[in-house]
């Protein structure tokens, strides 16, 4: 996807810019950017409508009823009895390094 020859390329910025620049120096107002060389804007998807009908599509693929969503409350959480874990087992202590004894010098 290289190409040598880069002879068919402009830079478009540099040159409307070295106008800008040329127009500031001498007082007069730069030039207005052209809109001629505008890309054509794309089409405006709506992201949920697009989503909701995925959606849609695949629950009727599997049998499923298509229509609107169930909002349930969630379940609150269990408190614990009196401050201490339920279902878990203690922690096991680990066993500290004990460090070898010293020698005496000299005797």
Same mark, same amino acid.
């Given at each position: 996807m290289t190409t040598?020859?880069?002879?068919g390329y402009r830079d478009e910025y540099r040159q409307a810019l070295e106008a800008v620049i040329e127009a500031k120096a001498e007082g007069r107002q730069p030039p207005?950017?052209?809109?001629e060389a505008e890309e054509p804007g794309g089409?405006?998807?709506?992201?949920?409508? &697009?989503?909701?009908?995925? *959606?849609? +599509? %695949?629950? !009727?693929a599997r049998g499923e009823d298509a229509g609107e969503?169930?909002?349930?409350?969630?379940?609150?959480?269990?408190?614990? &009895?009196?401050?201490?874990? *339920?279902? +878990? %087992?203690? !922690?096991?202590k680990t066993a500290t390094a004990k460090k070898p004894a010293r020698r005496q010098r000299g005797a």
């Open positions: 040598d020859d880069i002879s207005k950017p052209s809109t089409k405006v998807v709506d992201l949920m409508a &697009a989503l909701q009908e995925s *959606v849609r +599509k %695949a629950q !009727a969503a169930e909002v349930r409350e969630m379940p609150t959480a269990k408190k614990k &009895a009196a401050g201490k874990t *339920v279902g +878990k %087992a203690p !922690a096991k």
